[in-house]
C-alpha cells in the first residue's frame, strides 16, 4: 500500500540516539526506544537522510537543529531517520561538530523496515531519499515530498507548510505566517 497524504502515518518502532550534548552522551544513555505512539498528541516532523558519514546531510540535520526551537513553538517534535545504526549515528554525532549538541533524537532504521513503510527507500543502494513527512497530532500524514539524494531539502519551506497546516484554512501559495488566509479573505478576493 502507497503512503498518502490524509491517511494514517505508517507506524515506527526503533531506537534512536536522543538529542543533547554529545559529551554527556554515553552508551548508558544516548539510546531511547520510541514509536509513532510517543508522541500522540503533538505533531511530527519525520526525515529520512541517505546516511551518516555523507556531504548533504549534515547540512540538513544541523539545519533542523538551528529550526529545532521553532518547530518546538509550534508544538512540533523532529525526528531524523537513516538506516544506520544506532551506534552509527552516535560515532557520527560526537565526531562531527555541527551535529554535536544535535537537540532531536535520530532514529536508527537499519532494518529499513520505516525507510520502505514510508516509501523512501531506494533498493538499488539499501538507503532512503530525502523524505520529508509532517505527521498531525492524531497520527494522519498531513504533507510528504521526497529529494533527490543530491539535493537537500528547505527547513523554512517545511516550517511554513507545517505552519499553513495549523492554521487549518485555505493557504494561497507562498502563504507565510500573518498573513491573510483565503478563509478570511473577502469573497470577491476568494474567487478563482
Request: with cysteine; net charge negative.
Amino acid at each position: 500500500m502507497a503512503v498518502m497524504v490524509g491517511s494514517p502515518a505508517p507506524d515506527f518502532k526503533g531506537t534512536a540516539v536522543v538529542g543533547g550534548p554529545a559529551g554527556s552522551l554515553n552508551p548508558d544513555n544516548a539510546f531511547k526506544d520510541i514509536s509513532l505512539a510517543d508522541f500522540r498528541g503533538k505533531w511530527v516532523v519525520l526525515f529520512f537522510y541517505p546516511l551518516d558519514f555523507t556531504f548533504v546531510c549534515p547540512t540538513e540535520i544541523a539545519g533542523f537543529g538551528k529550526a529545532y526551537e521553532d518547530f518546538r513553538d509550534l508544538d512540533a517534535d523532529v525526528i531524523g531517520v537513516s538506516t544506520d545504526s544506532k551506534h552509527s549515528h552516535l560515532a557520527w554525532r560526537r565526531q562531527e561538530e555541527k551535529l554535536r549538541d544535535l537537540p532531536f533524537m535520530l532514529l536508527a532504521d537499519n532494518t529499513k523496515k520505516v525507510a520502505a513503510d514510508y516509501g523512501v527507500l531506494k533498493q538499488e543502494t539499501g538507503y532512503a531519499l530525502r523524505g520529508t513527512f509532517i505527521i498531525d497530532p492524531d497520527g494522519v500524514l498531513q504533507y510528504m515530498v521526497v529529494h533527490n539524494e543530491d539535493v537537500g531539502r528547505s527547513i523554512e519551506e517545511t516550517r511554513r507548510v507545517l505552519e499553513a497546516l495549523q492554521t487549518g484554512e485555505l493557504c494561497p501559495c507562498n502563504w507565510k505566517k500573518g498573513e491573510t488566509t483565503l478563509s478570511n479573505a473577502a469573497p470577491a478576493e476568494a474567487q478563482g
